[in-house]
């Protein structure tokens, strides 16, 4: 018999019941909340009476409709605020625990998890959101519901579920100067598209994943949803401990130990069979750009936008033709000359504390171009907010001409006031670039922090390879 | 939920792949507190020709017509046909019920984004996988035939055409009894307590930090 998977482990770890056709009472042990994919579910609990199974395993903080900007003026969108002022009710009724909009620990779901030390190898842990993959850096079983199975995980602490296949990217070799995490996994999803992880568990592997800090592998698996699979992982190892230590949430003292010791545990055996298995091989890679409206419409920064008649397939061909007419870009046009309006470096993808910096080392005694009419950076949350400009980093963006906003989901999917507008292109180095996304009419370019940062200066997409850096001091 | 058993209704083409549920429903009505309402606005910016905020009038709104659901032969479609990777992005639940609540009961597809997949089960709309053939032969003869009515058996787990022809689909056991029953998954979960419970009291011995 072959070992097991880390996928199999973290589930094995957490049946509770098994009905005839394998559908799995999942225990859950984390679980987050935020605004947008609650209100229905806290209504459904009250009008059945039920209280939360297990308060202390929630954890809710307000991000997608948070303003950027002034937050002592309030949310001015009446929609938007009664949402956040419903997930405060909800919180406080049930006595969940909430980082309100003034508190420093408020910021993305996705980044304050983690920072919080809310988020722990070995647990199983969910939020109303796709992008909760992202927890599965740290050797977790993680992934986004929708509203009704929030409303389960409150009241019973447990999710119906089935198993899913498992599927092992292995990522060997040294990465390039200028390639980043991000175009790790822009390539990924290039290569198997963005069904080609439905029904797996993703495990991302190898030297090069190995090599990544938390942040990187964070952007890893928060895309694992693009590539179609709800979940996806990394094994336990050094950089995981070392994040984990001393944070609020963590245990510590002799329940520390005996965590670590179950942790390091938390790896794929070296027998493990996997359902199938995608071999990238890092060295080779470049800064990626996407052109078109899916994310597995991407090519490497000194390509050029693909020709759709060079597509056999015609549902494929059809979908391109129409992502380059909502895109506004011709075939066969270098990636390089194309100029953008807007820049957004944030997002639960790439706004954490090390994209800050990569960012920063472009931007520094440069600025922006003239042909961009708004380059922001929003921090994922008031402590990374706060280190950065420990740092430094906020002078180093206002002086370059970028706007240093407030934490939250901002324009990655522009629930709040930050928006393009029609027709507007920008360099993003969110996640999803469909159709509107941005705001309606709005055209999305997915990009690493490097590299948009280097778009903003440049005003159009430029290699960051090319782009002199320029190191910031030691923090 | 509503239960679902059978249902004989108007198919309507969407052919397009990688439909994703920004598409079906944009963010600005997720600003909803509410479950119900969002039928108006699905596939908002394909639909209409303005742009839609939460609190308008979506009956004086500037229709797009050369959107596939505006065309009058698909009026009152029970049916949705679509392409590969259905429903793909984020988890918003508004997806399904925007579907159900325009009145859509079942989708036909070669196949579906898994959140969203799970998603409309929760919500009594059947999410139906059939082969990319026969998805693409149901899309010919909508397209070549008015009022194209399928009929979905789900006791039988079959789709029937106008000319009889019939095809089998899969549904997992347990969730074809919850939407044959329109059973509660909450109700049914809590059956289990004392299994719940069981393992809490395990997990607090062996991993006590979680708690």
């Keep these: 018999m072959s070992g097991q998977t880390l996928y199999d482990k973290l589930w094995n770890a957490h049946v509770v019941n098994v009905e005839d056709d394998g559908t799995t009472l999942l225990y859950i042990d984390?679980?987050?909340?935020?605004?947008?994919?609650?209100?229905?579910?806290?209504?459904?609990?009250?009008?059945?009476?039920?209280?939360?199974?297990?308060?202390?395993?929630?954890?809710?903080?307000?991000?997608?409709?948070?303003?950027?900007?002034?937050?002592?003026?309030?949310?001015?969108?009446?929609?938007?605020?009664?949402?956040?002022?419903?997930?405060?009710?909800?919180?406080?009724?049930?006595?969940?625990?909430?980082?309100?909009?003034?508190?420093?620990?408020?910021?993305?779901?996705?980044?304050?998890?983690?920072e919080q030390g809310a988020t722990l190898p070995g647990m199983t842990l969910v939020c109303g959101d796709s992008h909760t993959s992202t927890h599965g850096a740290f050797a977790a079983l993680a992934f986004g519901i929708g509203t009704s199975e929030v409303e389960h995980v409150l009241a019973t602490q447990c999710l119906l579920t089935k198993k899913t296949k498992s599927m092992l990217v292995k990522v060997e070799g040294v990465l390039p100067p200028g390639v980043t995490a991000k175009d790790i996994i822009l390539a990924i999803i290039g290569k198997i598209g963005t069904a080609g992880g439905t029904g797996f568990a993703i495990e991302f592997g190898g030297s090069t994943i190995r090599s990544l800090s938390m942040e990187g592998r964070m952007t890893i698996c928060n895309m694992a949803i693009e590539a179609g699979a709800?979940?996806?992982?990394?094994?336990?190892?050094?950089?995981?401990?070392?994040?984990?230590?001393?944070?609020?949430?963590?245990?510590?003292?002799?329940?520390?130990?005996?965590?670590?010791?179950?942790?390091?545990?938390?790896?794929?055996?070296?027998?493990?069979?996997?359902?199938?298995?995608?071999?990238?091989?890092?060295?080779t890679l470049k800064p990626h750009v996407t052109w078109g409206t899916s994310p597995e419409m991407v090519v490497t920064v000194d390509g050029c936008v693909p020709d759709p008649a060079k597509e056999q397939d015609p549902v494929k061909r059809e979908g391109m033709q129409r992502a380059l007419q909502y895109m506004a870009l011709q075939a066969n046009t270098p990636i390089q000359q194309i100029s953008i309006d807007k820049v957004f470096i944030g997002s639960c993808t790439n706004s954490r504390i090390e994209d800050l910096r990569a960012a920063a080392q472009v931007a520094r005694g440069k600025h922006v171009a003239s042909n961009v009419k708004l380059a922001m950076v929003v921090p994922g949350s008031g402590l990374v907010k706060h280190q950065a400009e420990q740092e430094g980093l906020d002078k180093i963006f206002i002086a370059a001409g970028f706007e240093w906003r407030e934490p939250g989901c901002s324009m990655c999917l522009a629930m709040n006031a930050d928006r393009l507008e029609p027709g507007e292109r920008c360099a993003s180095t969110s996640n999803r670039n469909f159709e509107g996304r941005q705001g309606p009419g709005g055209r999305t370019h997915l990009v690493s922090p490097a590299m948009a940062a280097a778009a903003a200066i440049a005003g159009h997409f430029v290699d960051v390879r090319d782009v002199a850096l320029s190191p910031l001091k030691a923090a | 939920?509503?239960?679902?058993?059978?249902?004989?209704?108007?198919?309507?083409?969407?052919?397009?792949?990688?439909?994703?549920?920004?598409?079906?429903?944009?963010?600005?009505?997720?600003?909803?507190?509410?479950?119900?309402?969002?039928?108006?606005?699905?596939?908002?910016?394909?639909?209409?020709?303005?742009?839609?905020?939460?609190?308008?009038?979506?009956?004086?709104?500037?229709?797009?017509?050369?959107?596939?659901?505006?065309?009058?032969?698909?009026?009152?479609?029970?049916?949705?046909?679509?392409?590969?990777?259905?429903?793909?992005?984020?988890?918003?639940?508004?997806?399904?019920?925007?579907?159900?609540?325009?009145?859509?009961?079942?989708?036909?597809?070669?196949?579906?984004?898994?959140?969203?997949?799970?998603?409309?089960?929760?919500?009594?709309?059947?999410?139906?996988?059939?082969?990319?053939?026969?998805?693409?032969?149901?899309?010919?003869?909508?397209?070549?035939?008015?009022?194209?009515?399928?009929?979905?058996?789900l006791p039988a787990q079959t789709v029937t055409t106008p000319s009889g022809q019939s095809f089998d689909f899969k549904v997992e056991a347990f969730r074809k009894y919850c939407l044959l029953n329109g059973l509660d998954d909450i109700g049914l979960t809590l059956r289990n307590v004392d299994k719940i419970k069981a393992y809490e009291e395990r997990r607090k011995v062996e991993a006590p930090w979680m708690f």
């Design chain 2, 1 to 153: 939920m509503e239960k679902f058993t059978q249902l004989q209704g108007l198919a309507a083409p969407l052919d397009r792949a990688n439909v994703d549920t920004d598409a079906i429903i944009p963010k600005q009505f997720l600003k909803s507190i509410k479950r119900t309402g969002f039928g108006p606005n699905l596939f908002d910016e394909w639909r209409y020709l303005d742009h839609g905020e939460p609190g308008m009038d979506n009956s004086q709104r500037p229709l797009n017509p050369d959107f596939v659901l505006n065309q009058p032969r698909y009026q009152g479609a029970r049916v949705l046909l679509a392409r590969e990777n259905f429903g793909c992005g984020s988890s918003r639940e508004h997806a399904p019920w925007a579907l159900e609540d325009y009145g859509f009961r079942a989708i036909i597809a070669p196949s579906y984004a898994d959140i969203f997949y799970n998603n409309c089960f929760k919500n009594g709309l059947l999410p139906i996988v059939l082969d990319a053939t026969i998805v693409e032969q149901l899309f010919q003869e909508t397209a070549a035939t008015e009022a194209y009515q399928l009929k979905v058996d």
């Design chain 1, 230 to 283: 709800r979940a996806g992982m990394v094994a336990v190892d050094e950089h995981t401990i070392d994040y984990v230590k001393g944070r609020p949430y963590a245990p510590q003292g002799a329940a520390w130990d005996q965590a670590v010791t179950y942790w390091r545990t938390l790896v794929s055996d070296a027998d493990a069979a996997f359902d199938r298995v995608v071999e990238i091989d890092a060295s």
């Design chain 1, 30 to 114: 984390r679980h987050l909340v935020h605004e947008v994919t609650s209100p229905q579910a806290f209504e459904g609990l009250r009008i059945a009476g039920r209280q939360p199974w297990r308060i202390s395993a929630n954890l809710a903080v307000a991000d997608h409709n948070v303003p950027t900007t002034n937050r002592s003026e309030g949310i001015s969108d009446p929609v938007s605020h009664l949402q956040v002022e419903t997930l405060d009710k909800n919180c406080d009724y049930f006595g969940i625990t909430e980082f309100k909009m003034g508190d420093i620990r408020q910021g993305i779901v996705h980044v304050i998890g983690p």
